[in-house]
């Protein structure tokens, strides 16, 4: 074989190649998108293996083939899940924004991506339920570190602007921990409840979105309000 067609047989062989990583990319995508679709609408134990291969338009064994099992892959698509809500929720409160500035950015996170997905927070909560270990090994994958190193970071940076805030008169005291699970529930129960609500109010889905619309726009000064002395 001539050198020339050596190099054009090195060529085609490595956009085979090429090519075929592209294709297992996106048939891998296209499964973890289906999944995730069928576990935020029926849990992990209402998800069947068969339904999720349907919904991505391939055979049962790609699913072995990519994931090797459902334990694997419902893993993959709870870290998934999560990562919508967790890494900029970390980010913004250890960072050193003004403490509205903080508390507006985290309401307006949270309830975009959950107008986004409604679904996501029982699926998450169940996940976390009956998975707990799950809880750690996520703040770990996401955020490169143990969570014992995260979690001082973030507190004592939150710590101290709700401290200065009670020197100053500005706020009742309040532990962090109490200033997070009471932020992060205004943001997360509407949509984990909402059938109810909806039942409740009588409301159309427009009626909801509309009434997360005037929540992102009130729930940071409400917040903030019922903390003043």
């Not at 893993?75 to 890494?87: D, E, G, N």
């Not at 339920?129 to 955020?143: D, I, K």
């Not at 409840?193 to 009434?211: E, I, N, Q, Y």
């Amino acid at each position: 074989m001539t050198v020339k067609k050596k190099a054009g047989a090195r060529r085609g062989a490595a956009a085979t190649t090429a090519a075929t990583t592209v294709a297992d990319a996106d048939t891998e995508q296209r499964i973890l998108d289906a999944a995730s679709s069928v576990f935020l609408r029926r849990g992990t134990a209402g998800a069947r293996m068969q339904d999720i291969a349907a919904e991505a338009g391939v055979n049962h064994a790609l699913l072995h083939y990519y994931f090797r099992s459902k334990d694997r892959l419902a893993a993959a698509v709870f870290r998934r899940a999560a990562t919508r809500l967790l890494p900029p929720f970390v980010a913004i409160l250890g960072s050193d924004l003004p403490l509205e500035e903080k508390v507006a950015r985290i309401v307006e996170h949270e309830l975009d991506q959950l107008r986004a997905a409604p679904h996501l927070p029982g699926y998450i909560l169940s996940e976390l339920n009956h998975h707990p270990e799950r809880a750690a090994q996520l703040v770990q994958t996401l955020a490169g570190v143990d969570p014992e190193r995260v979690r001082p970071a973030i507190f004592a940076t939150l710590a101290k602007q709700l401290d200065e805030r009670v020197k100053a008169k500005k706020m009742r005291p309040i532990a962090v921990e109490q200033f997070i699970v009471n932020l992060v529930s205004l943001c997360i129960f509407p949509f984990a409840a909402r059938p109810m609500v909806m039942t409740m109010f009588g409301w159309s889905d427009d009626d909801f979105s509309r009434f997360i619309d005037r929540r992102r726009r009130e729930l940071p000064d409400f917040f903030l309000e019922a903390l003043a002395p």
